[in-house]
């Protein structure tokens, strides 16, 4: 039996958005590096994988520190701050939320009114799923769904510039990944992390080598050891020596995939002297030796 499916009048129809990627790259700053965007035309997902600094979104400031993501408002201003010792290594994917059928896609963003881009019709906002406004949350680097799709969305853009269907794939993709990523942590769309709880993890990621007692955790915070405990808790959902050995754990990790440092000096870069006690405490935490986890890596 054929069903057949009486429309209405055009007009009467509703508008269904067409998001689509334009353009993705990544930006390495340099250290203490600002840089200035007055307008840009896109909601972009910008995403921190390395090091720290803070951005400025339509005048307000947020830290943005490694696993941190913004979906930033159409025709935002921004202006990036990199950390002196550690800046930040970004990956930023520009959609349109809604480009015309049938107009050729350029693949690149308008940047401040004078741009030819600015302003033309076939390029809108629109209503997505999570709204207009400002969103963000986390992702853990080197892992999950986000962070693969950020990274092959990104080295699609360097390597064969998709077009088309395939870039309006992408966006609708991405967006889906964004919605579950804000449903699993419903409070990372409006989480700020306070400035001394962003001050004291920059402290930590940039100090694994040294001892980190709570003390002296406390002390860089400028509060409390309770007021510590009680940050860690309500923000991270655990307690702040577990979050410590995460960190070195990760560093440690990263350190035995990228490097042909000995055992032992990983060890000291997380601030464990005594080799012995570093091999239990990786084991501890991955399941793995060091050595065994570096052999499994393979060779590049």
């Not at 741009?115 to 992702?139: E, I, K, M």
């Amino acid at each position: 039996m054929t069903i057949s499916i009486k429309r209405g009048p055009r007009k009467n129809r509703r508008h269904i958005p067409s998001p689509i990627v334009v353009y993705a790259n990544w930006f390495q700053f340099g250290a203490s590096k600002r840089l200035v965007q007055p307008r840009v035309e896109s909601r972009m997902l910008l995403s921190v994988h390395r090091g720290s600094g803070t951005v400025h979104i339509n005048g307000q400031t947020y830290p943005a520190r490694c696993g941190s993501w913004f979906f930033l408002p159409w025709a935002h201003a921004i202006e990036y701050a990199a950390d002196a010792s550690d800046p930040f290594f970004v990956g930023g994917i520009h959609i349109i939320p809604d480009h015309a059928p049938g107009i050729p896609v350029r693949n690149r963003v308008a940047h401040g009114s004078g741009d030819a881009l600015a302003g033309v019709p076939y390029r809108r906002d629109a209503d997505l799923p999570f709204g207009r406004g400002l969103r963000q949350g986390s992702f853990e680097p080197g892992r999950g769904r986000l962070n693969a799709l950020i990274h092959y969305l990104i080295e699609s853009f360097q390597t064969e510039r998709p077009e088309g269907n395939k870039q309006r794939r992408a966006a609708e993709w991405l967006l889906e990944e964004i919605s579950i990523n804000l449903k699993q942590a419903p409070s990372s769309g409006s989480e700020i992390l306070s400035p001394s709880l962003f001050r004291l993890e920059t402290y930590i990621r940039q100090n694994l080598n040294r001892p980190l007692t709570i003390p002296i955790l406390a002390k860089v915070a400028n509060c409390s050891v309770a007021g510590i405990h009680r940050m860690f808790q309500l923000v991270r959902k655990q307690t702040p020596a577990n979050w410590v050995a995460a960190q070195r754990t990760e560093r440690a990790a990263h350190l035995l995939r990228t490097t042909s440092l000995p055992v032992q000096e990983v060890a000291k870069e997380v601030g464990i002297e005594d080799p012995f006690q570093f091999s239990r405490f990786f084991k501890r935490h991955t399941s793995y030796s060091p050595r065994s986890y570096r052999q499994r890596q393979g060779i590049l």
